[in-house]
C-alpha cells in the first residue's frame, strides 16, 4: 500500500519559518516528481511548489517565491519545503503528492498519482 506522509506543520507566529517533511514508501521516490499543494478552509487546493525527479528543476506558485524552498533526498525517500517569512494567508492544510509523469505546471490536482493525508499550517498574524 503506497503511503505518502506529511509532518512539520504547527502554529507560528508571522515572519517566521517551519519546514514541512514528506516521507514516501512502497513506490520508487525516484521516478515521480513531487509536489507540495495547500487547501485554506473555504477554498479550492493550490499547488505550490513541485520538484523534478532528478531535483534540477523547481517551480513555486507566484505567492511564495522568494520565500518557500522546495528539496528532495534520494537516500531519505523524503520531500521538503522549507518556509521562511510565513504570512496569515500561508495558513492552510499542506499536501505532499506524486506524479510520475513530471510536474504538471497547470498545478491540476488531478494530475498526481499519490496524496498524503495533510499537515496543518497556521500562521498568527
Known amino acids: 500500500q503506497v503511503q505518502v506522509v506529511e509532518s512539520g506543520g504547527g502554529l507560528v507566529q508571522a515572519g517566521e519559518s517551519l519546514r514541512l517533511s514528506c516521507t514516501a514508501s512502497t513506490f520508487d521516490f525516484r521516478s515521480y516528481a513531487m509536489a507540495w499543494f495547500r487547501q485554506a478552509p473555504g477554498k479550492e487546493r493550490e499547488g505550490v511548489s513541485c520538484?523534478?525527479?532528478?531535483?534540477?528543476?523547481?517551480y513555486y506558485a507566484d505567492s511564495v517565491k522568494g520565500r518557500f524552498t522546495i528539496s528532495r533526498d534520494h537516500a531519505k525517500n523524503t520531500l521538503y519545503l522549507q518556509m521562511t517569512n510565513l504570512k496569515s494567508e500561508d495558513t492552510a492544510m499542506y499536501f505532499c503528492?506524486?506524479?510520475?509523469?513530471?510536474?504538471?505546471?497547470?498545478?491540476?490536482?488531478?494530475?498526481?498519482?499519490?496524496w498524503g493525508q495533510g499537515t496543518q499550517v497556521t500562521v498568527s498574524s
Open positions: 503528492a506524486a506524479r510520475v509523469f513530471g510536474c504538471s505546471t497547470s498545478w491540476s490536482s488531478g494530475y498526481y498519482d499519490y
Open positions: 520538484i523534478s525527479k532528478s531535483g534540477d528543476i523547481t
